[in-house]
């Protein structure tokens, strides 16, 4: 028998499953940091280094964090925000759970980017269009197709004037299944989600879609936004 730890999807979904039930929908993350803090779980999308996606996009754009901010929205155990910090950027890094915080700050000893526990549906006031770079990755697609319109305007938010907003995140077509029919998480991204995040002054100016990484059966997207 396969048991949860074998198979981390099979392991975040009984935990997303078991909150819903209980009406809270955000609360699986801290039960699978913690499960996977003492070794009964794993999480799935914990790669031990940046996304492959993120990665190309800092070679091929090569952005400059010299005296600018940035926020990693769902930073998990910190491997994307390193790399932004490692930019020059002065980031900050957040994650509901707080085994996710603990678990980052102890695999990054002397980090330079900032971590800390902060809610995306109910984020601090003060972030509101306070970043020059906003790192969105496989948070979204993590709640519940219902609160991910919310999630949406939160991330494009953060987003100050001149500032960029990149997302990568799992693709679905958006014909391809109803919404009811998606067994979550993920709860990929339709292509009218990615353009979502675009609002009247924030603009997509490049969107892929490319196989995953992972496997060629599946597919993410890479957008980039710009405000102005």
Same mark, same amino acid.
Request: hydrophobic residues 40%.
């Given at each position: 028998?396969? %048991?949860?730890?074998?198979?981390?999807?099979?392991?975040? @979904?009984?935990?997303? !499953?078991?909150?819903?039930?209980?009406?809270?929908?955000?609360?699986?993350?801290?039960?699978?940091? &913690?499960?996977?803090?003492?070794? &009964?779980? /794993?999480?799935?999308?914990?790669?031990?280094?940046? !996304?492959?996606?993120?990665?190309?996009?800092?070679?091929? +754009?090569?952005? &400059?964090?010299?005296? @600018?901010?940035?926020? /990693?929205?769902?930073?998990?155990?910190?491997?994307?925000?390193?790399?932004?910090?490692?930019?020059?950027?002065?980031?900050?890094?957040?994650?509901? %759970?707080?085994?996710? *915080?603990?678990?980052?700050?102890?695999?990054?000893?002397? %980090?330079? +980017?900032?971590?800390? *526990?902060?809610?995306?549906?109910?984020?601090?006031?003060?972030?509101? !269009?306070?970043?020059?770079? *906003? $790192?969105?990755?496989?948070?979204?697609?993590?709640?519940?197709? =219902?609160?991910?319109?919310?999630?949406?305007?939160?991330?494009?938010?953060? /987003?100050?004037?001149?500032?960029?907003?990149?997302?990568?995140? %799992? +693709?679905?077509?958006?014909?391809?299944?109803?919404?009811?029919?998606?067994?979550?998480?993920?709860?990929?991204?339709? @292509? &009218?989600? $990615?353009? +979502?995040?675009?609002?009247?002054?924030?603009?997509?100016?490049? /969107?892929?879609?490319?196989? =995953?990484?992972?496997?060629?059966?599946? !597919?993410?997207?890479?957008?980039?936004?710009?405000?102005?």
């Amino acid at each position: 028998m396969t %048991s949860d730890s074998d198979d981390p999807a099979l392991a975040s @979904r009984r935990l997303a !499953h078991e909150s819903l039930r209980q009406d809270d929908p955000t609360g699986w993350f801290e039960r699978l940091y &913690s499960a996977a803090a003492d070794g &009964s779980a /794993v999480v799935p999308w914990d790669r031990g280094t940046a !996304h492959p996606l993120l990665l190309d996009w800092i070679d091929t +754009a090569q952005p &400059s964090g010299d005296g @600018r901010r940035a926020l /990693v929205v769902g930073a998990g155990t910190g491997w994307d925000a390193e790399l932004i910090a490692d930019r020059g950027y002065d980031t900050t890094a957040f994650d509901i %759970s707080p085994t996710a *915080v603990d678990t980052a700050q102890q695999a990054h000893p002397g %980090s330079k +980017a900032t971590y800390q *526990v902060a809610d995306l549906l109910n984020p601090p006031t003060d972030w509101h !269009h306070a970043f020059d770079l *906003v $790192i969105e990755i496989y948070t979204v697609q993590a709640l519940p197709i =219902s609160l991910q319109p919310a999630a949406t305007a939160q991330v494009s938010d953060f /987003v100050r004037p001149g500032g960029t907003l990149v997302v990568i995140a %799992s +693709a679905r077509d958006d014909d391809h299944s109803p919404d009811a029919a998606i067994d979550g998480p993920p709860w990929p991204l339709t @292509r &009218s989600a $990615i353009d +979502a995040f675009a609002t009247s002054d924030l603009k997509l100016i490049q /969107v892929d879609r490319s196989p =995953s990484p992972t496997s060629r059966t599946s !597919h993410h997207w890479r957008a980039e936004y710009l405000r102005d």
